[in-house]
């Protein structure tokens, strides 16, 4: 059955520091990886999207990784920042659906 | 633009109750999914909805949960009758002429489901 794992349930950095998230899957072959925010009480906030045939990708303090080898992508974070606190959500792309990892806490402490 | 708006916030029922579950779309998306979010099970995909038709409800647990979209601006998620296990939040989302993945996912701010 079609899995996505993301590594650790909660992530404790201190500010300043990069924040390395994981998200491994199986029996899938997306097209289309991309990651969310997540913060308590709300819906889920787009950061990313990453293609098949990307490599990596960048937006300011965030890079994503995605690896069709592996079926792993790694979402970073540069320079965190106590703001950066959230849950952070992988999504694997299908044509009818899009699912969604179980999420990393991310806690970054000043 | 107001974003996805779903309705009510929180809802409070007894089992064996109806419930139904209100979403507004961003206006010009023609794609619309309904999620359940809960600790043990994370956010799980119900149905997906394209130009008003449903594509795909593999998702929905059992009859009890039905779905419709009767316009472009409006779904509605019902559960009929409601149980305790039911209790999550329940998350509408809407994007762009989706096309597998190239266009990302709008969300609402959920409604926390509470069956006694």
């Known amino acids: 059955s079609q899995k996505i794992e993301q590594n650790s349930e909660a992530l404790n950095i201190q500010e300043g520091k990069t924040a390395t998230l994981t998200c491994n899957y199986t029996?899938?072959?997306?097209?289309?990886l991309q990651w969310y925010r997540q913060d308590p009480g709300r819906g889920p906030v787009f950061l990313l999207l990453?293609?098949?045939?990307?490599k990596e990708k960048r937006k300011e303090r965030l890079k994503v990784t995605f690896d069709t080898t592996l079926k792993q992508s790694l979402f970073h974070i540069t320079a965190s920042q106590p703001a950066d606190s959230a849950t952070y959500l992988c999504?694997?792309?299908?044509?009818?659906?899009?699912?969604f990892g179980a999420g990393t806490r991310l806690t970054v402490k000043p | 633009d107001a974003g996805v708006i779903q309705s009510p916030r929180h809802e409070v029922t007894e089992m064996g109750q109806e419930v139904t579950l209100r979403c507004k779309p961003i206006s010009g998306h023609n794609s619309l999914f309904w999620y359940r979010q809960t600790m043990m099970r994370g956010l799980e995909l119900l149905i997906y909805f394209n130009n008003n038709v449903p594509i795909d409800d593999s998702g929905m647990p059992e009859d009890r949960f039905s779905a419709k979209m009767p316009n472009a601006s409006f779904s509605t998620l019902k559960i009929q009758p409601s149980e305790p296990r039911d209790s999550a939040v329940y998350f509408c989302?809407?994007?762009?002429?989706?096309?597998?993945?190239?266009?990302?996912?709008?969300f609402g701010s959920g409604t926390q489901l509470s069956v006694l």
């Open positions: 990453i293609r098949e045939n990307e």
């Open positions: 029996n899938y072959s997306p097209a289309y």
């Open positions: 989302a809407s994007s762009f002429y989706w096309t597998g993945g190239n266009e990302k996912l709008f």
């Open positions: 999504a694997l792309a299908g044509l009818h659906d899009m699912r």
